[in-house]
């Protein structure tokens, strides 16, 4: 049997660890210990009870566990790095990485110093966590995994059919770069407005928000032209992204945006791994990005308030 660590123990972080626990050995490394037995309701509202054994850093350091196959970092963007760094002195450099955040800023920063492969997964799995022993698979959703620079393809299809198998439905791609930043330009549609407004997805219809909407997008579609992504559905530039926008609005219409649920907690957004890479590709390629800045500081101030 592989191992798998899984560091990062919140919502998407065991949600893993259950759904691997049948397959490969399982260990959730967080900065606290966690209760051993862990309870996972299913989307059909089912709960089964698992062991999931469970380390902090300081105790891997003491050598409580065997190296992993692979590492899976399954915290925020903002502290994936602190996270990775925590462990690293107890893993060989060639140990491969999953990184399992949404945005793009995590990503190119750890493929660029980590020495062993480092796969970025993309998942439209739901889950949140109810307590210390237990989580919520909310919703069911594709899973891509890649590399960015496209050279761990045989690697990337073996943890997808691991990850398939646990019962995720995932697929290695090979342009994992362009399915990320197309994540990030929906959630950035959407994402900071419903936390700003405290609106679950589907008020952005309505006339009080969607020219803000429309206006993100506008400048979302130039950004992404310039970093050469292809807009959506073999689409064309603004339209296309908008389309996209709108219909996931549509289907996540009754949804709270993960960042709406993080302001509500006073804890921090992604905002920097959404809104960033965003701001700092259009000051790279001298464009305008008024509206995302006013995003990012409006977020930043009500932060600051935390
Ligand atoms: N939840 C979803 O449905 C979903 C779907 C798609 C993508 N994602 C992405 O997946 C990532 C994780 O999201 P999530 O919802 O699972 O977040 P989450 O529930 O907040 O989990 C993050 C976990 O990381 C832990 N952590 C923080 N700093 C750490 C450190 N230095 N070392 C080890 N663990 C640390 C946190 O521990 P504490 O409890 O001690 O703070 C928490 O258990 C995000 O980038 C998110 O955008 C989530």
Redesign the pocket.
């Known amino acids: 049997m592989t191992t798998h660590w899984i560091?990062?123990?919140?919502?998407?972080?065991r949600l893993l660890a259950h759904s691997l626990a049948p397959l490969a050995e399982v260990a959730v490394?967080?900065?606290?210990p966690l209760p051993g037995q862990q309870i996972l309701t299913t989307p059909e509202g089912e709960t089964r009870a698992q062991h999931l054994p469970s380390f902090t850093?300081e105790r891997l350091a003491a050598g409580a566990a065997a190296p992993p196959a692979f590492v899976h970092i399954?915290?925020?963007?903002m502290?994936a790095e602190?996270?990775l760094a925590?462990v690293a002195s107890v893993l060989p450099s060639s140990t491969p990485l999953v990184l399992?955040?949404?945005?793009f800023y995590a990503q190119p920063r750890i493929s660029q110093t980590w020495h062993g492969p480092v796969l970025c997964a993309?998942?439209?799995?739901?889950?949140?966590?109810t307590g210390d022993d237990s989580v919520v698979h909310?919703g069911r959703g594709p899973t891509l995994v890649g590399d960015l620079d496209n050279q761990h393809t045989a690697l990337a299809t073996t943890l997808a059919a691991l990850l398939s198998n646990a019962g995720f439905t995932a697929t290695a791609v090979g342009d994992i770069r362009s399915r990320l930043w197309q994540k990030l330009a929906v959630n950035a549609a959407i994402n900071p407005l419903v936390a700003l407004h405290g609106v679950r997805n589907g008020a952005l219809r309505d006339d009080a928000y969607s020219g803000r909407v429309i206006a993100v997008v506008g400048e979302v579609a130039t950004i992404l032209e310039k970093e050469g992504i292809a807009p959506p559905n073999g689409g064309e530039g603004k339209a296309a992204w908008l389309a996209l926008v709108w219909q996931v609005v549509e289907n996540t219409a009754n949804n709270k945006a993960?960042m709406l649920q993080d302001m509500e907690a006073k804890?921090l957004t992604?905002r920097g791994?959404i809104l960033g890479p965003l701001i700092e590709s259009a000051e790279r390629h001298g464009l305008g990005c008024e509206v995302l800045k006013g995003l990012d500081q409006e977020l930043a101030l009500l932060e600051a308030e935390f």
């Not at 490394?29 to 606290?32: A, D, N, S, V, Y």
């Not at 399992?100 to 945005?103: A, D, F, P, R, V």
């Open positions: 560091l990062g123990p919140g919502a998407i972080g490394i967080g900065r606290r850093a399954t915290t925020k963007a502290v602190a996270s925590s399992w955040q949404n945005g993309t998942t439209t799995q739901g889950a949140y966590v909310a993960s804890r992604e791994a």
